[in-house]
């Protein structure tokens, strides 16, 4: 039988089974905490780091993503403070100066809030959200790709570099990739990356009902977890 708790977020009290995350409790609430790095019925890892919150404990607030932190009866989470909202600004900005070259990317980008870009673009192929390896290992159980190398060097990758016998060549890892999906105008070339923001005409709800989900269709790129079974 289920356990359920009450979770205080944002103010509104949500109902949610024990061991569920913060960020799918709030986002079954209708709770708008931007996500990239994850996917419904996959683990959670926080590498994005997007859906961080500020969890308070004794009047103490401590900022951490909602996506690996667990529900638990009587916790405080404040999703949509002044400080959360410029840490997670300032993360999505970073995020499309590295891979401007994903419509997923340019539209969290400007669900966060990002107005302009102050980093050099790098036109990377690869942000780490690690959500190809984790299909690979838990859905298909194949483990056919994974990490490879530390710091500057990470990168997804086949065992020493060559396609093994047991991938079974599904196509998944390329499907959750969030970097399949390229902007409305088509591939940015080298020195000339710029932020689309051509849909910002959607957030206009999200202005007056800052933190709610207003379906505003900018996760659907990635497969916001809004938007599973809908």
């Given at each position: 039988m289920l356990q359920y708790v009450n979770v205080n977020i944002d103010g509104a009290t949500v109902r949610a089974p024990k061991g569920t995350?913060?960020?799918?409790?709030?986002?079954?609430?209708?709770?708008?905490?931007?996500h990239l790095c994850h996917v419904p019925f996959l683990s959670d890892i926080g590498a994005c780091r997007l859906c961080i919150v500020e969890h308070v404990v004794n009047g103490r607030s401590e900022v951490t993503t909602s996506c690996?932190?667990?529900?638990?009866e009587g916790m405080v989470i404040r999703a949509n403070t002044d400080k959360i909202r410029r840490l997670r600004r300032n993360l999505a900005e970073l995020l499309v100066a590295q891979a401007p070259?994903?419509?997923?990317?340019?539209?969290?980008?400007?669900r966060c809030g990002v107005k302009e870009v102050r980093y050099p673009f790098r036109n990377e192929d690869c942000v780490l959200c690690g959500r190809c390896v984790r299909v690979c290992t838990e859905i298909w159980q194949a483990r056919a790709i994974g990490f490879v190398g530390?710091?500057?060097?990470?990168?997804?990758d086949f065992p020493f570099g060559i396609r093994p016998d047991f991938c079974k060549q599904c196509g998944n890892c390329?499907?959750?990739?969030?970097?399949?999906?390229?902007?409305?105008?088509?591939?940015?070339?080298?020195?000339?990356?710029?932020l689309c923001g051509k849909c910002e005409s959607q957030l206009m709800i999200a202005d007056e009902t800052p933190?709610?989900?207003v379906w505003c269709q900018l996760?659907?790129?990635?497969?916001?977890?809004?938007y599973v079974g809908v």
């Open positions: 995350s913060v960020l799918d409790a709030a986002i079954e609430y209708g709770i708008c905490i931007p690996t932190l667990n529900v638990e070259n994903s419509r997923a990317i340019q539209d969290i980008a400007l530390r710091g500057k060097d990470r990168h997804v390329v499907q959750i990739c969030p970097m399949t999906i390229p902007p409305c105008d088509g591939p940015m070339k080298p020195g000339e990356e710029y933190g709610s989900c996760g659907e790129g990635f497969g916001c977890g809004r």
